[in-house]
């Protein structure tokens, strides 16, 4: 518990995590503290409209079912493709 309280002043006073990170390991070297390496989702390149429009469109038109409101939607999708061809 008290790693966890001297982590997190230690955090509250440091500009980064990384920083906070060495400095607890240097001040508590016996106590180690890694930092989670999560996966962080891959960014797409960014789409044009209609590009992003078609994608959304085949989306919802692959759909095994589709609501009321998928259809309302694939209709709204033709629409604004239609417009900006």
Known sequence: MKNII???IIRM???DVDTA?????ILYPNNIISE????TPKTEEFLSKKD???K???Y???KNVK?????ESIYMLEMILKNLK
């Open 67 to 71: 609501t009321k409101k998928d259809k």
């Open 36 to 39: 989670n390496k999560t996966s």
């Open 6 to 8: 001297r982590y997190i």
């Open 52 to 54: 992003e429009v078609l």
């Open 60 to 62: 919802l038109k692959s």
């Open 21 to 25: 990170l060495k400095v607890y390991n």
């Open 56 to 58: 959304s469109l085949e």
């Open 13 to 15: 006073l440091s500009k």
